[in-house]
């Protein structure tokens, strides 16, 4: 084994988050941080102590020692910078959505393979400890069998009409918004909990605010602007939707998901019922699972590795009553991607990461959402 040198291009909220999570993976070593603004790049290097940062990533793309890739820019950007780094032989572990349509990450699939690089993908929700619970309760049947699914992901960063940021530009954000942006992270944490595949869904979508101010200051994700009005803009793109979801075996589900719900911060919210017991986690309350039973009295399990089941014991990586949540979820998938390409066993489908495979899949429903919206009918995702 050796210390793998790591780069993170794109370091905005979430480039940040990548940074801190790396730095708690032993045999990684941060190398170079790189931004198109210039003045965010050389601020975040010397805030994190990085040797290096550049303006453009195709500079650090011919340098031969750095090992592995973090894409952490808009995701319009996903594809092209995936795409070079790609090429360049170096690993890459890129942001959610995986790009802005399935033309594009159905591409960065094939990639991958030919180049023979490890390609993970950023759903970091379904590596929360009790996240991993449900799985293995769903798996082991003591939930009985699964009777529906419900999600849902609420914020209200986009409430009133001066909220602007990158993701409202179809050019930037894609077409999609709400759902590419948190609903995506619903389809990948659901069809992880289950075991089984979103086929078709019926969604209907609504756009609040057809017309938004663009404001002369904004400080990036999550911030509310200031200033005078610069611009009117049209908006396409979703504030919220409705979706209902079937899966392969006809089970069915449904998802809501809204940037404009007041008071809602990140908000994610799933419940699965089964025959058995029901379960139901929040993720702004992540180290406890709420267990639910029809003839005993409902349970709350605090996440602590001597209570909980197989695999799932493993997230539990503090000590009883030390509370785990949204960074280490963060750090064991980068954690997990990283450990596959130590062993040397990134090659195989199942991960215990999310791959660019799953995260194709997960495009493709977005886009069946989309379709669904325009048609107001059923859509399958297309394989
Ligand atoms: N997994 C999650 O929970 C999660 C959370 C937030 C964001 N995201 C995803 O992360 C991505 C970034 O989102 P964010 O909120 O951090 O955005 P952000 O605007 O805070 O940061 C993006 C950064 O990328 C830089 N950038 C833009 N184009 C670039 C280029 N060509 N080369 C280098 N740098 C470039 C910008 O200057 C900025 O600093 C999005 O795709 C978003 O969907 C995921």
């Known amino acids: 084994m050796k ?23 032993p045999g990684t070593e941060i190398v170079a941080v790189i931004d198109n603004n210039e003045k965010m790049a050389r601020s975040v290097a010397e805030q994190f102590f990085i040797s290096r940062y550049y303006k453009d990533y195709k500079e650090l793309l011919a340098n031969t020692d750095v090992d592995v890739i973090h894409n952490c820019t808009p995701s319009a950007m996903h594809y092209p910078i995936s795409k070079e780094v790609i090429k360049s032989g170096k690993h890459v572990y890129c942001e959610k959505p995986l790009t802005l349509n399935s033309t594009e990450s159905e591409e960065l699939v094939k990639l991958a393979k030919e180049y023979k690089v490890a390609a993970g993908a950023n759903f970091n929700y379904r ?9 293995q309760r769903v798996m082991n049947g003591s939930i009985g069998r699964l009777l529906t699914v419900y999600g849902e992901y609420m914020q209200d960063w986009m409430l009133f009409d001066t909220d602007y ?18 609903g995506s992270h619903c389809f990948d944490t659901i069809q992880f909990i289950c075991g089984k595949r979103i086929t078709s869904v019926y969604a209907n979508l609504t756009t609040v605010h057809t017309v938004r101010k663009k404001m002369e200051k904004t400080d990036g994700t999550f911030s509310a602007a200031t200033g005078k009005v610069l611009e009117e803009i049209p908006i396409r793109s979703e504030d919220m939707a409705y979706i209902m979801v079937k899966f392969e075996d006809g089970m069915q589900g449904l998802f809501h998901v809204s940037q404009v719900a007041a008071g809602k911060k990140n908000a994610f919210k799933i419940n699965v019922c089964g025959a058995a017991s029901s379960l139901e986690w929040n993720q702004e309350r992540p180290d406890k699972l709420w267990i639910g039973h029809r003839d005993s009295g409902n349970e709350e399990l605090y996440v602590g ?12 990586t503090l000590p009883n009553g030390h509370p785990v949540g949204w960074a280490d979820a963060l750090r064991n998938g980068i954690h997990n991607f990283y450990d596959s390409i130590q062993n040397n066993n990134y090659i195989n489908q199942n991960q215990n990461y999310v791959t660019f495979e799953d995260a194709n899949y997960i495009m493709k429903i977005v886009e069946a959402c989309l379709r669904s919206n325009q048609s107001q009918k059923w859509e399958d995702v297309l394989q």
């Open 3 to 25: 210390t793998l040198k790591v780069a993170v291009i794109g370091t905005g909220f979430i480039g940040k988050q990548h940074i801190e999570a790396i730095r708690r993976i």
């Open 127 to 135: 590596q929360n400890a009790m996240v991993q619970e449900m799985n």
């Open 165 to 182: 940021d990158w993701r409202l530009d179809p050019k930037l954000g894609g077409e999609s918004r709400a759902i590419a942006d948190i």
């Open 305 to 316: 590795a001597q209570y909980m089941t197989g695999e799932a014991k493993k997230y539990a």
